[in-house]
């Protein structure tokens, strides 16, 4: 059974610093590997979509990438701003086509 | 403007009643899919349809019922036979079966009273 475990639990930053977020995943026989935003209360945001066959993705500041054969995905987020504060989930789809959640990652930055 | 709709936002049940949360979508996905998100756990799948008529167990799948009779709607149904309804339910939809991104509804926070 896919396990998908995110790296750290919660991370707090002063803003403009640069930070990685951390994904693994047990079983690399995945179709893709898609990250999104969370905010209090709220639904799930798609922040990049990285096919099997993809290395990496980029959108804005936001830069995610994908070592299938490890089981291992990061997201980059430059130059952080308070505004990014929010949970940030991994997830991947494999069996069934259906997606598998990590725990996600509660970033807080700060002015 | 397209989207996920799920209504309501809040939904307060009894003990021993059946409440349905609704999901809507007019984005022309095939595929849609019912979350379930605790504190502090990650988003756990319900229950998932990939064409009308047509839906699976996920991994939580007791106590929780559904029917896709139109390609835009997904409803969900939380029996009294579910334990621990208290979450927040969250409906997802992709154009196709795990090709390309999933798009999420704004949730259900559903409270037992």
């Known amino acids: 059974k896919q396990e998908v475990t995110q790296i750290p639990a919660a991370l707090s930053v002063p803003e403009g610093e640069n930070l990685v977020l951390n994904c693994s995943f047990t079983?690399?026989?995945?179709?893709?590997l898609q990250w999104f935003r969370q905010d209090p209360g709220k639904g799930l945001t798609s922040l990049l979509l990285?096919?099997?066959?993809?290395r990496e993705q980029t959108s804005g500041r936001l830069n995610a990438s994908l070592d299938k054969s490890s089981g291992r995905s990061t997201l980059y987020i430059a130059a952080s701003q308070p505004g990014d504060s929010a949970t940030y989930l991994c997830?991947?789809?494999?069996?069934?086509?259906?997606?598998?959640f990590g725990k996600g990652t509660m970033l807080l930055v700060s002015p | 403007d397209g989207g996920i709709t799920q209504s309501p936002k809040y939904l307060f049940r009894k003990e021993g009643q059946n409440v349905t949360l609704s999901c809507e979508q007019n984005?022309?996905?095939?595929?849609m899919y019912w979350y379930r998100q605790d504190p502090g756990q990650g988003l756990r799948l319900i229950y998932y349809?990939?064409?009308?008529?047509?839906?699976q167990k996920g991994d939580i799948a007791e106590g929780y019922s559904v029917s896709r009779e139109k390609k835009e709607s997904f409803p969900l149904t939380v029996t009294s036979a579910q334990k621990n309804p208290t979450a927040f339910y969250l409906c997802?939809?992709?154009?196709?079966?795990?090709?390309?991104?999933?798009?999420f509804g704004q949730g259900t926070r559903l409270t037992v009273v």
């Open positions: 990285i096919q099997s066959s993809q």
């Open positions: 349809s990939q064409i009308v008529n047509d839906f």
């Open positions: 079983d690399s026989a995945i179709y893709n």
């Open positions: 984005l022309n996905h095939d595929a």
């Open positions: 997830a991947v789809c494999s069996t069934y086509s259906t997606l598998t």
């Open positions: 997802a939809s992709s154009i196709a079966p795990g090709v390309v991104e999933a798009f």
